[in-house]
């Protein structure tokens, strides 16, 4: 199982866009609270990770991110691999 997740952000404002590393050991929990948006669980659940994607495409980031911290090797850092047409656009921690 990979430690970090590498996720990609598009976002016109150029310090928001790029790489973010999300360390799997913190996430406990992860879901989609709305069509466009994946909520990753910190620790108790106390805090979260908000990502806001494209369109109505929140399951199939969450399925990305699950799939990344799952995989097997996963070295020290998976990639989160989108499906074509798929952006996350913003991340907000909470």
């Keep these: 199982m990979a430690k970090f997740i590498e996720i990609t952000v598009t976002s016109g404002t150029a310090h928001l866009a790029g790489k973010k590393l999300i ?15 994946v909520k990753l669980f910190l620790g108790t659940g106390a805090k979260h990770i908000a990502l806001t994607t494209t369109a109505a495409k929140g399951i199939d980031v969450l399925n990305a991110c699950n799939a990344a911290m799952t995989a097997n090797p996963g070295g020290i850092k998976a990639k989160v691999q989108l499906p074509a047409g798929v952006e996350i656009t913003a991340v907000a921690v909470a």
Excluded: H, P, R, Y
Aim: hydrophobic share 35%; proline share 0%.
């Design 23 to 37: 360390n799997v050991e913190d996430v406990s929990f992860g879901n989609c609270s709305a069509a466009n948006t």
